[in-house]
């Protein structure tokens, strides 16, 4: 919807009104006036400082108080209560603008403005879901228990970076799976760097195509009474999947998500029951739901 919009807005400023953009000037009267890359102004690009003066279009009969900007070959969004028209042939001082050289000048500051800064627009992510471990979890705990006990909680805590000028984010978590009945158990702990890229976004409603590789710290496997000992290895995998955020307060966001998550179980003896049997657990997959909350701090 958002792509429609500006299409609209872009072909009526160049086939409708050619000069309009480029005569029309504004100037700034806030110490910093935000241009946003939708009309319903929910995405920041940047920002333009006090004073200085811009090329706007004219705004739509629907939102009347929302000027089009164009900066850096598209177009941008500025709400009237940050600007004020200055007529087309002088500024406040009486003085004729040079046109083309305030709007070079305003790409430049623009593209200073549209610089990352990674002090700025991070979130603290926790969240809990469960992942299927697969055959070879299941057939663990079969063995051991006699029922099905492959679901694994998942437990998670990171940051993400999600600067809203960009598509592609980033960010890194600690997690925790486990499932622990009376005779056994299986937990592990890893470390993972996150990727992020948002395929859709509105006011309220974030979609993101997400991906992650799977650092292990531990794998700890638990047999009770089992006379071997319990060997621990290490889990090394990736997980890829899709992520849903509501944005219901300025500071809080709701995580829905569903991934599919890969562990391989990196030196992991064949574990070895009393009456000397063995069970080779090599891997934990399967299809997962997450649910959380994203603080931005």
């Known amino acids: 919807m958002r792509k429609i919009l500006s299409f609209v807005t872009i072909f009526f400023i160049v086939f409708f009104s050619p000069q309009r953009l ?60 940050d600007i004020r028209i200055v007529t087309n042939s002088q500024n406040e001082n009486g003085v004729l603008s040079n046109h083309s050289q305030r709007e070079h000048n ?53 940051v993400l970076h999600k600067a809203p000028q960009n598509n592609f984010h980033w960010g890194a978590s600690f997690h925790f799976m486990a499932n622990h009945t009376e005779q056994s158990s299986l937990s592990h702990i890893f470390f993972s760097p996150e990727f992020y890229y948002t395929l859709f976004q509105q006011k309220k409603i974030e979609l993101l195509l997400s991906g992650a590789i799977n650092l ?43 991934s599919y998550r890969y562990l391989k179980i990196i030196d992991a003896k064949d574990i070895q029951y009393a009456d000397g049997s063995e069970l080779i657990l090599n891997s934990s997959n399967g299809i997962g739901f997450q649910l959380g909350l994203l603080y931005k701090f």
């Open 22 to 81: 480029s005569k029309t000037i504004a100037q700034v009267m806030v110490s910093k006036a935000i241009i946003y890359a939708d009309p319903e102004l929910t995405a920041p690009l940047g920002h333009v400082p006090s004073g200085k003066l811009i090329p706007v279009g004219n705004p739509s009969q629907n939102l009347p108080e929302i000027y089009p900007v164009m900066v850096q070959g598209r177009i941008g969004y500025i709400h009237e209560q």
């Open 106 to 158: 305003f790409d430049l500051l623009f593209q200073e403005s549209l610089e990352d800064d990674f002090k700025k627009n991070n979130f603290m992510i926790v969240s809990y879901g469960q992942f299927s471990g697969g055959s070879e979890v299941q057939n663990f705990f079969l063995t051991v228990d006699g029922e099905d006990q492959s679901a694994l909680h998942s437990f998670q805590w990171g």
């Open 216 to 258: 292990g710290f531990l794998t700890n496997i638990t047999i009770k009474n089992n006379s071997d000992g319990e060997p621990n290895a290490w889990p090394l995998g990736f997980d890829f999947g899709v992520k849903s955020l509501v944005h219901f307060h300025p500071k809080w966001d709701v995580l829905l998500g569903l």
